[in-house]
C-alpha cells in the first residue's frame, strides 16, 4: 500500500527556519498535504500542492516538491513558538479504489525553543 | 471561517457497548469522511460518504462500523460491540470537491 515517511521530531531557536520533510511511495498521487495539530486540537489544513506544481509559498510556508524523488518539504520561516506543533504530511490520489481518500505520515514533532 | 465540528470531545463506554460519534460537516461540503488514529500511531483512513452512500472503505471499516447522515446537517459513525482496540481518536472530514478535506478536533473514544 501507499507509505508516507516523516522524521518524528524537530527541534528549531524562535526566529530559525524550520524544515519538515516528507518522502511517499505512492507515484499517482495528485494532492500532497501539510497539516497541523496542536495538543488536545484536530488537525488544521495548513496548505496543500497539486502533483504538478513544484512549489508553493504562503507567507512563512515555502512548500517544495520533488516529484521525481518523490519528496515533500515544508518550510516555515522565523519560526515562532506558537508553531510548537505536530506536522501530519499526507497524500491523496485520484485513482480510482482510493479515490479522495488521504494517507498520512507519522507526524513531525515540532519544538522551538525561546 | 466554517469549521467541522465533532461530539462529544470525549467518550468514555464499556467494552461490547454501542457508541455513535456525532459529526456536523461544513455546511456547502459534499464529501465527508472518518479517520482514526490509535494512540501512536499513523492516522487511519475508514471511510468515505458522498451523495447518501459509502463511497469507499477501508479494510479497518467492517460490519461493526456503520455510517449515516440521518438529516442535512450530521455525519454519523456508529459501532456496535466495542473493543478495547477501538480505544482512539476519531476525526471526521468533509471536503466541497475531493479535495481538500477538513477536519474536525476529533472524539477521544476511551473503551474500558
Known amino acids: 500500500g501507499e507509505d508516507v515517511e516523516q522524521s518524528l521530531f524537530l527541534s528549531v531557536r524562535e526566529g530559525d527556519s524550520s524544515v519538515i520533510n516528507c518522502t511517499y511511495t505512492?507515484?499517482?498521487?495528485?494532492?500532497l498535504y501539510w497539516y497541523k495539530q496542536e495538543p488536545g486540537a484536530g488537525l488544521q489544513l495548513l496548505t496543500y500542492?497539486?502533483?504538478?506544481?513544484d512549489m508553493k509559498q504562503d507567507q512563512r510556508l515555502t512548500v517544495l516538491l520533488n516529484k521525481k524523488d518523490k519528496h515533500l518539504s515544508l518550510r516555515i520561516a522565523d519560526t515562532q513558538t506558537g508553531d510548537s506543533a505536530i506536522y501530519f504530511c499526507a497524500e491523496s490520489s485520484d485513482r480510482g479504489s482510493t479515490l479522495g481518500r488521504l494517507y498520512f505520515g507519522r507526524g513531525t514533532q515540532l519544538t522551538v525553543w525561546p | 471561517e466554517p469549521e467541522v465540528t465533532q461530539t462529544p470531545s470525549h467518550q468514555v463506554t464499556q467494552m461490547g457497548q454501542e457508541v455513535i460519534l456525532r459529526c456536523v460537516p461544513i455546511?456547502?461540503?459534499?464529501?465527508f469522511y472518518w479517520y482514526r488514529q490509535i494512540l501512536g500511531q499513523k492516522v487511519e483512513f475508514l471511510v468515505s460518504?458522498?451523495?447518501?452512500?459509502?463511497?469507499?472503505k477501508s479494510e479497518i471499516f467492517d460490519d461493526q462500523f456503520s455510517v449515516e447522515r440521518p438529516d442535512g446537517s450530521n455525519f454519523t459513525l456508529k459501532i456496535r460491540s466495542t473493543k478495547l482496540e477501538d480505544s482512539a481518536m476519531y476525526f471526521c472530514a468533509s471536503s466541497e470537491a475531493l479535495q481538500p478535506q477538513h477536519f474536525g478536533d476529533g472524539t477521544r473514544l476511551s473503551i474500558l
Open positions: 505512492d507515484s499517482s498521487s495528485t494532492y
Open positions: 460518504f458522498y451523495n447518501n452512500e459509502i463511497s469507499e
Open positions: 455546511s456547502n461540503h459534499l464529501y
Open positions: 500542492i497539486f502533483s504538478n506544481m
